[in-house]
């Protein structure tokens, strides 16, 4: 398994941007598709978005589509989200996932490593 670690979250105002990073432990990073999700507080967790493995192909949920954009170094072994013009619905806690699973689709179930996860608050 990967191990990850996010960083980034914070307390921002409506229409305010924030970058959410995911570091990655090894050696094999760029031989898994990264994902983000997030949880609101009494809700699922939710599919935000996912990068495949050389950072060739995106998807987003509908919900973020357009505002936010998932991107990936595999230099760096690091995963980003840049959430740009934030809403009060975005706040929730964000999670990085990795797996080698191929295809994948955009359940939790289909990761198989979490990251800690990071807060995200949008006040109105």
């Known amino acids: 398994q990967v191990q990850l670690v996010e960083s980034g979250g914070g307390l921002v105002q409506a229409g305010d941007s924030l970058r959410l990073s995911c570091a990655a432990s090894g050696r094999t990073f760029d031989s898994v598709t990264m994902g983000w999700f997030r949880q609101a507080p009494g809700k699922e967790r939710e599919f935000v978005a996912r990068i495949t493995r050389y950072g060739g192909r995106t998807y987003y949920a509908d919900s973020v589509k357009g505002r936010f954009t998932i991107s990936r170094d595999n230099a760096k072994n690091t995963v980003y989200l840049q959430m740009n013009n934030l809403k009060p619905e975005d706040t929730a806690v964000y999670y990085c996932?990795?797996?080698?699973?191929?295809?994948?689709?955009?359940?939790?179930?289909?990761?198989?490593?979490w990251g800690q996860g990071t807060q995200v608050t949008v006040s109105s």
């Open positions: 996932a990795a797996d080698r699973k191929i295809p994948i689709g955009d359940s939790p179930g289909d990761f198989g490593s």
